[in-house]
């Protein structure tokens, strides 16, 4: 199976930070990369797919990037209903699998 | 807009069969992968199997010897047995499409907790 490995676990930020996520494949992935958020007791919600197109109805201070094994998430400018958890997911092969996730909590 | 939604039994006893069901709504089965997707409280996501419209089937190879997943065309609902449950599924279980097969999941179903307990 690919191992993907997002970094922060946790990340402390305020309203207007400029905040990136990385997400790193055990192997190249391409761009079969896409990013989830998730707040508590909810379904988790598609941000963005293949690595770097933007969901439609997602905010655009949501933005992705990276391929190969490298990818990030960067949200410009972080709004009080971003402060949630995020995952990263390669649907490069069977089984997909899910970084283990990243909280962006309040500083 | 299409919607998923999870139903069955909240709590299941060690050794018997997980059953679940997801009811598509609004949009039709047809050419999209249908997924179940899981999540133990507090853990992350795992990825359980698919299936196609047509009946095709992939399952994660960590459940494959416990896992059946069936689609019913005509009442637009895909369904998961996980054979033999312990513990370890306890879990939020999800449903969710895919356009293709090395696609994203999009939309998902709100999800229904299973406890397997006794």
């Known amino acids: 199976d690919i191992q993907m490995t997002q970094s922060p676990s946790t990340l402390s930020a305020s309203v207007g930070d400029r905040v990136t996520i990385t997400c790193r494949a055990s192997?190249?992935?391409?761009?079969?990369l896409n990013w989830y958020q998730q707040d508590p007791g909810k379904a988790p919600k598609l941000l963005i797919y293949?690595?770097?197109s933007l969901q439609s109805g997602v905010p655009s201070r949501f933005s992705g990037s990276g391929s190969g094994t490298d990818f990030t998430l960067t949200i410009s400018s972080l709004q009080p209903e971003d402060f949630s958890t995020y995952y990263c997911?390669?649907?490069?092969?069977?089984?997909?699998?899910f970084g283990q996730g990243t909280k962006v909590e309040v500083k | 807009q299409v919607q998923l939604q999870e139903s069955g039994p909240g709590l299941v006893k060690p050794s018997e069969t997980l059953s679940l069901t997801c009811t598509v709504s609004?949009?039709?089965?047809?050419?999209?992968?249908w997924n179940w997707i899981r999540q133990p409280p507090g853990k992350g996501l795992e990825w359980i199997g698919h299936?196609?419209?047509?009946?095709?089937?992939y399952y994660n190879p960590s459940l494959k010897s416990r896992v059946t997943i069936s689609v019913d065309t005509t009442k637009n609902q895909i369904s998961l047995r996980l054979n033999s449950a312990t513990a370890a599924d306890t879990a939020v279980y999800y449903c969710?499409?895919?356009?293709?097969?090395?696609?994203?999941?999009?939309?998902w179903g709100q999800g229904t907790l299973v406890t397997v307990s006794s």
């Open positions: 997911q390669q649907s490069y092969t069977t089984p997909q699998t």
């Open positions: 293949s690595a770097s």
């Open positions: 969710a499409r895919a356009p293709y097969i090395a696609a994203w999941f999009d939309p």
């Open positions: 609004d949009g039709s089965i047809t050419n999209y992968f």
């Open positions: 192997q190249s992935i391409s761009t079969y």
């Open positions: 299936i196609y419209h047509s009946g095709s089937t």
